[in-house]
């Protein structure tokens, strides 16, 4: 089944409450949480505070992506906040580092996942299967919104569904950048089952109908 999960970051923050419920009607089943930190990307967004406040508004499935520096110094946090998914950087750190983080967002009961950036080849993942929940492809540079869908990363979204399927592995793959309706069919087609969509779904007129093309019905 295919997910949409709308970013927040499009959202209007002087609303947040509403459009998170505007886009639960619309249909959206998660919400995508971006967390950068001004320096792993040059921009600052949200962090643990917000995610505490959006998590008493609504019982969407969180998914908070930490574009982050040593996510293992908040990993903890952020699950305690209420995140249902804790997603990390496969740049962001060691591979130590990253397997020990990725090991306490489990102990907390919470579901895990590693990201890739677009220069980022997809076989740095291969060292965290036997920990994650989900793979999320970046599809444009992290750090900024509104940028082009880099199409060429569709190769790399297809490498990881032929080895998830081989090895029979029970792990979403997730793209996010740039997806709307007309980009979204190829990431399905592709092999990914989570689609991350800010303006195309937050600046929409007509949202549910928004979540209903890009989910590809």
């Not at 509104?146 to 060429?152: I, L, R, V």
Request: proline share 4%; aromatic share 6%.
């Amino acid at each position: 089944m295919i997910r949409v999960a709308p970013s927040l970051l499009a959202a209007d923050f002087a609303r947040l409450s509403e459009e998170i419920e505007d886009v639960r009607s619309a249909g959206a089943e998660w919400l995508h949480y971006d967390v950068m930190d001004g320096h792993f990307v040059p921009n600052i967004s949200m962090g643990i505070p917000v995610l505490e406040s959006v998590r008493k508004t609504t019982d969407l499935f969180l998914d908070a992506h930490l574009m982050i520096t040593e996510p293992i110094r908040y990993v903890r946090q952020f699950c305690d906040a209420g995140a249902d998914l804790v997603n990390v950087h496969v740049e962001a750190d060691t591979e130590e580092k990253l397997r020990e983080a990725l090991g306490i967002v489990k102990q907390e009961g919470k579901l895990c996942g590693v990201t890739v950036k677009p220069k980022t080849p997809w076989e740095a993942v291969l060292p965290y299967l036997d920990q994650i929940d989900l793979v999320l492809v970046m599809t444009v540079e992290p750090g900024f919104g509104g940028q082009h869908f880099m199409a060429e990363q569709m190769d790399k979204v297809r490498a990881l569904r032929r080895l998830f399927d081989d090895r029979n592995l029970d792990i979403r793959l997730e793209v996010d950048g740039g997806v709307d309706r007309n980009t979204a069919p190829v990431c399905i087609e592709a092999g990914a089952d989570v689609l991350v969509a800010g303006s195309a779904v937050f600046r929409a007129s007509d949202r549910r109908e928004a979540v209903r093309l890009i989910r590809g019905q």
